[in-house]
């Protein structure tokens, strides 16, 4: 018919149009906060992509985190579990991952910083393990045993800063740093940019080739698409592929939380997360949950996160608006895969199709 | 513990429960229609903006309408979106919290600049009921408390009263039992579930206002810091009953006040047990009950 429609009906060109969306009604609503809109623009280009440092050690690293656990999100959907935990998950990998470094003080890195992020993936897939037995055990709800363990996971992490894994000064409600050694290498001389991102990329096309090519993958897609039809079609079982899908994707946001410690922050402390489990659920919709769009959604994000910043150092434009931003997108897609369902367009479900 | 520590603690325990329990109460009636509104907390702090920009006038009561109405407006997107628009409930709550925290954040700063922290609102002051505020231990906890906590004793009975023994209250749990039947019966689905979101969103709003108006006198960002997730577990942990909720309500208000009561008497407990605590027990009794069994059985189901 004409251009736009064609957009409406490709995967990829539903996302733009919700992303368009969301940034236009963003940009009226710091206009009419009487904001300078070519001033913060300008800021949001500095400091996002505007230099080398900006791009690498801004938005690259502000993206790797959102990338792995936007990975959890877009696997677990992919499969129709609605973990909603990531946060938790990610919490829970980054203190395990922050005990084994400090237990391993003086060992070489090429042991401790591997058991770091192995620690991490552990301490993810057992908190997701927890929402995984009560649902398969015992029928509860993941979205709101994983919302519980959000907060489980939180309280757990504010009692070991503040209590066994607190610096010895006991003057700030953090961990000692890790050792050099035990932190995950910069890639790039000068930069922030740490190996965390090239594990990223290197998990997203692993994920993708997995989902997309192997028996289990396929098995993965079929329970998401509609568990019954997938049981009731014979050989998947689909409590085996939830229960697995669902530990996968714990061990992946935990892993996130590893990179993170192991990575940026060289320590733990509360707010070490300022929601990435969140956020990387707009990650994972807005990349159709396509493990290699979430690569560049990750980045977009790291780059609004990054860009955001520096609008509000630069122009005073409120940070809050990234979350807006964020919340928006996820709308967007939303309605826009409504009316491509109106408009009696094929695609696969956005996530959620539950299995009545 | 000396008698006065006690009625202390049972004091700050229900002031700490007043705001859970209005908003537990709407995610109450929300999920009897069969909806999950996880992006409750998006409309308490809503509320509690809008309580902040109505309460300019120099009305705490204006302030409430101006929570509730913060609430409702924030409770009608996520219903076009969910009932309207038949997308999943899960997703659009958690965008509606973002939103929530991210637009009131961004409005805070553009309309207060800096200056917000220094905004200062009255309060309003508790009114102690003469008589029953007399009574040992237990009067000044529930008797000698703002006004907003009052209306809590009389808008729980009245819910449980609507719920099972009008036909709003039928029709209302009809939709979240078997909406196809309650089509059968002649009932809109739809209408019913809007208007339990838009029940849902007033007193989310209203859960936002109280903390703005009865306890801290002035707004932060995200100063709803959860309790939006909180008033999910109540409902759980209450059942989903009116009466159940309001104990549960309590319990968590209890959690964190004995949190505040561990740390002043020095006992060698880590304060973050009794906060982790009520969310450890919803978990259990989930477990305990299979789940769903006291649910309602379409609970976040998208209609057809």
């Given at each position: 018919m004409n251009a736009l429609a064609r957009m409406v009906r490709s995967q990829a060109g539903a996302s733009v149009i919700a992303t368009l969306l969301a940034l236009l009604i963003v940009t009226l609503v710091i206009a009419?906060?009487?904001?300078?809109?070519?001033?913060?623009?300008?800021?949001?280009?500095?400091?996002?992509?505007?230099?080398?440092?900006?791009?690498?050690?801004?938005?690259?690293v502000?993206?790797?985190?959102?990338?792995?656990?936007?990975l959890a999100v877009a696997v677990a959907f992919q499969a129709g579990v609605l973990n909603i935990g990531a946060e938790g998950q990610?919490?829970?990998?980054?203190?395990?991952?922050?005990?084994?470094?400090?237990?391993m003080t003086g060992w070489p890195g090429w042991i401790s910083v591997p058991a770091e992020l192995i620690a991490g993936m552990l301490a993810g897939a057992a908190c997701a393990g927890i929402a995984a037995v009560l649902k398969r055990s015992f029928g509860v709800l993941e979205v709101i045993s994983t919302l519980m363990l959000n907060f489980v996971a939180l309280y757990g992490v504010s009692y070991l800063v503040r209590g066994p894994l607190e610096e010895p000064t006991h003057t700030y409600p953090e961990t000692l740093r890790l050792a050099e050694s035990a932190r995950l290498p910069v890639i790039i001389p000068g930069q922030r940019l740490h190996l965390g991102f090239i594990i990223a990329v290197?998990?997203?096309?692993?994920?993708?080739?997995?989902?997309?090519?192997?028996?289990?993958?396929?098995?993965?897609?079929?329970?998401?698409?509609?568990?019954?039809?997938?049981?009731?079609a014979g050989r998947v079982s689909v409590d085996r592929v939830v229960f697995g899908t669902f530990l996968a994707s714990g061990a992946l946001a935990g892993l996130g939380g590893g990179v993170q410690v192991t990575g940026v922050t060289y320590k733990l402390f509360e707010l070490i997360s300022p929601g990435y489990g969140y956020t990387a659920i707009a990650v994972a919709l807005l990349a159709r949950l396509n493990p290699l769009a979430v690569v560049v959604a990750g980045i977009f994000f790291g780059a609004l996160e990054a860009g955001g910043a520096g609008m509000q150092r630069d122009a005073g434009v409120p940070a809050g608006f990234v979350y807006a931003i964020e919340a928006l997108v996820i709308l967007g897609v939303l309605a826009v895969d409504r009316v491509r369902t109106y408009a009696g367009a094929h695609s696969a479900p956005v996530a959620g199709e539950r299995a009545a | 513990m000396s008698g006065g520590a006690f009625t202390a603690f049972l004091e700050s325990g229900v002031r700490f429960a007043t705001p859970l329990a209005y908003a537990a109460l709407g995610e109450l009636v929300v999920e009897r229609a069969g909806v999950i509104n996880i992006g409750l907390e998006g409309a308490i702090i809503c509320g509690a903006f809008g309580a902040l920009i109505a309460a300019g006038t120099g009305s705490v009561w204006l302030g409430f309408a101006g929570a509730a109405l913060a609430g409702v407006l924030l409770a009608a997107i996520f219903a076009f979106f969910v009932v309207t628009l038949k997308t999943d409930q899960i997703i659009t709550g958690t965008a509606m919290s973002m939103l929530g925290l991210g637009l009131t954040g961004t409005?805070?700063?553009?309309?207060?600049?800096?200056?917000g922290a220094s905004l200062h609102i009255a309060t309003i002051a508790p009114a102690p009921v003469p008589g029953l505020s007399a009574i040992p231990v237990i009067g000044r906890a529930f008797f000698d408390q703002p006004v907003v906590t009052y209306a809590l004793y009389a808008i729980v009975p009245a819910l449980a009263w609507w719920f099972?023994?009008?036909?709003g209250g039928l029709a209302l749990r009809a939709v979240g039992e078997h909406p196809e039947a309650a089509r059968g019966a002649g009932i809109s689905p739809s209408r019913v579930q809007w208007a339990a979101l838009l029940f849902g969103g007033a007193m989310g709003g209203i859960s936002g206002g109280t903390l703005v108006l009865a306890q801290v006198g002035t707004f932060a960002e995200g100063m709803s810091a959860g309790r939006g997730f909180i008033a999910i577990a109540i409902v759980v942990l209450g059942r989903w009953t009116p009466f159940g909720v309001a104990g549960a309500a309590l319990?968590?208000?209890?959690?964190?006040?004995?949190q505040t009561l561990a740390q002043t008497m020095g006992w060698g407990m880590p304060y973050q047990l009794p906060l982790a605590f009520p969310y450890l027990l919803t978990l259990v009794?989930?477990?305990?009950?299979?789940?769903?069994?006291?649910?309602?059985?379409a609970l976040g189901q998208r209609p057809a």
């Open positions: 009419a906060g009487g904001y300078d809109i070519g001033h913060a623009a300008t800021a949001l280009w500095n400091g996002s992509v505007g230099s080398p440092y900006s791009f690498f050690s801004g938005t690259l502000r993206a790797t985190p959102l990338i792995i656990v936007g990610l919490l829970a990998g980054a203190a395990a991952a922050m005990t084994a470094g400090l237990a290197v998990l997203a096309i692993a994920a993708w080739w997995f989902v997309r090519s192997t028996a289990t993958g396929f098995r993965i897609r079929a329970v998401g698409a509609g568990a019954a039809a997938a049981a009731s | 409005l805070y700063r553009t309309m207060y600049g800096t200056a099972y023994r009008t036909t319990l968590f208000g209890a959690a964190s006040a004995l009794l989930l477990a305990s009950t299979r789940g769903r069994t006291a649910s309602p059985a």
